[in-house]
């Protein structure tokens, strides 16, 4: 074990190749049995692979690959550490999800190897973004996770909601990657370097030429270059003003995709913002404070998100606003870094509060990868049966089919912080985080729109375990993929209540190495 993960090796890139042949291996399974209508071998190939990449990385984690010292690859364009298989783990296991529950919600349809090929080609760049080490092995990541996303949206062709939604996901989805790009040759252009870790000292070097007088031009460029990288990653974690894709995206996918993308492709693009934040740049960089702005970032896009998600009627878009208003959650990782002790409150020993409150972030997102994918997957299964994505629409259910509304009802009291599954504990840590740095106005803004979820969060409840069904109920069939995806997701969502502890432990450690 130890020879294979030696850093000339790529064995410590094992999950992201697994998740890629895998991909290949559709194409393969694809050209011998064309005629396979149901998709079954397909939906497996999928689903293996994934898994096999997700007990891989478990592995990993358990053994201590690169903690403490990350594993470099590529003259270090590539890092594998303790965030990088911390991350691998969700995308992956949202991915296995989202595999299994495809085979149901798919059916019969046409371009199924096309369809799980871009998923497991999107989730091998979403790996490859949390492994990432410079600026350009970021962007390559971005775009390899980006570009099958578009077609994912729109994989419904004969949906004209499904077509529109992958076109101005795409739309925007170019612009931003050409802004992103853009940045990234700035910051270059200053520093001379591509590298996480180098950027610094090029910033350092070009502040003693700037303070002798010669270029002074050269701080507006680098200013300009950061706040355009910190736009790219806005977009990625469909922060506000940055978020007007993920709502029409969302609610145009097939569901299963919905879930794939608000879950893995939000971990994905925070992973990147936490490298390229805290290793690539100081909080205060060519008169940029990044710190503080990402502080206005987080209260607006909880804001903006939950007050959003409460005035909508249909329960897959009021997930799509309720994702934005988590991103904003997990932007308060980023926005207390430069405030608080090693000794504030809920600071384990031996943790720095840095690494406390990256780690908060972290946790968050491990959680909100089960209960999210678990939500949108239950809107799969309404789906499949036909049921409408009006609130009224689910009236009753429970009567049907109660196991599944008994899972739904963990995600929505999850999801809103009520102490059912592990997003009680993610949002304390935040809410710690926040008021061991002092700013009292994350904390505020986190038990506000927390409190305004749970109104939005428990219609869905009250619909299905309340109200009267407003016509003839009835359910064909009980589709298996589907159910055990989203009963895995339930159990898995408990259970991270009394076992975050493992998890808190990976993400702090990871995150303390990362300062």
């Given amino acids: 074990m130890s020879v294979l993960l030696q850093a000339e090796g790529l064995g410590a890139l094992a999950p992201t190749l697994v998740i890629g042949l895998s991909a290949l291996a559709l194409l393969v399974v694809d050209s011998i049995e064309p005629e396979d209508a149901s998709g079954g071998a397909l939906a497996a190939v999928a689903f293996i692979g994934s898994l096999a990449a997700l007990v891989v990385t478990g592995v990993y984690i358990v053994v201590g690959v690169g903690q403490p010292d990350p594993v470099r690859l590529f003259e270090n364009q590539v890092r594998v550490d303790g965030m990088s298989l911390f991350f691998t783990f969700i995308v992956t ?3 296995a999800l989202v595999s299994l529950a495809s085979y149901d919600y798919l059916g019969d349809r046409q371009y199924l190897a096309e369809y799980y090929s871009l998923m497991l080609l999107a989730a091998m760049g979403m790996t490859l973004m949390a492994s990432a080490n410079s600026l350009v092995t970021g962007f390559v990541a971005l775009e390899l996770a980006s570009l099958p996303s578009y077609a994912l949206v729109a994989f419904l062709k004969r949906n004209r909601g499904s077509v529109e939604a992958g076109l101005k996901y795409f739309l925007i989805g170019a612009l931003s990657s050409a802004v992103f790009a853009y940045g990234i040759s700035l910051v270059y252009a200053v520093t001379g370097s591509m590298l996480f870790e180098s950027p610094a000292e090029g910033v350092a070097t070009v502040s003693a030429v700037l303070t002798g007088g010669v270029d002074e031009g050269l701080v507006g460029v680098l200013g300009i270059g950061v706040l355009m990288i910190l736009g790219g990653v806005a977009f990625k974690t469909a922060s ?6 993920a709502p029409e995206a969302y609610e145009g996918a097939p569901a299963p995709i919905s879930a794939f993308l608000s879950s893995a492709s939000k971990a994905a693009g925070f992973v990147l913002a936490f490298r390229i934040f805290t290793l690539a740049f100081p909080t205060t960089i060519a008169g940029v404070d990044w710190v503080l702005a990402f ?3 987080a209260v607006v896009t909880m804001t ?3 007050f959003a998600a409460a005035t909508q009627e249909r329960v897959k878009r009021m997930l799509a606003y309720s994702s934005v208003g988590h991103a904003g959650y997990v932007l308060i990782a980023l926005a207390t870094l430069t405030g608080g002790s090693a000794g504030a409150f809920g600071v384990p020993e031996g943790v720095s509060f840095q690494g406390f409150a990256l780690g908060a972030g972290m946790l968050h997102l491990v959680v909100y990868g089960f209960m999210n994918t678990g939500a949108f997957l239950f809107v799969a299964l ?3 049966w036909g049921i409408g994505r009006r609130f009224e629409d ?7 089919a109660p196991v599944a509304c008994v899972a739904m009802t963990v995600f929505m009291f ?4 009520l102490p059912i599954g592990g997003g009680f504990l993610s949002k304390f840590f935040l809410l710690a985080a926040a008021a061991g740095s002092g700013i009292w106005l994350l904390a505020a803004a986190l038990i506000v729109n927390s409190a305004l979820s749970l109104f939005f969060y428990s219609r869905v409840v009250k619909a299905m375990w309340i109200e009267e069904p407003s016509g003839d109920l009835a359910l064909e069939g009980y589709p298996t993929g589907l159910y055990v995806a989203v009963l895995v997701a339930a159990v898995v969502t408990v259970a991270l209540l009394p076992a975050l502890g493992f998890f808190s432990d990976l993400a702090f450690d990871a995150a303390t190495a990362m300062f």
Avoid: D, I, K
């Avoid at 506000?240 to 894709?245: G, S």
């Avoid at 689910?394 to 049907?400: D, E, F, K, V, W």
């Fill in 93 to 95: 296991s949202v991915t």
């Fill in 240 to 245: 506000v003003p940055f978020h007007f894709w």
């Fill in 295 to 297: 502080g206005v970032l």
């Fill in 304 to 306: 903006v998100g939950n």
């Fill in 382 to 384: 309404a789906e499949h």
């Fill in 394 to 400: 689910y009236n009753g259910l429970s009567t049907q």
């Fill in 414 to 417: 999850s999801l809103a912080g």
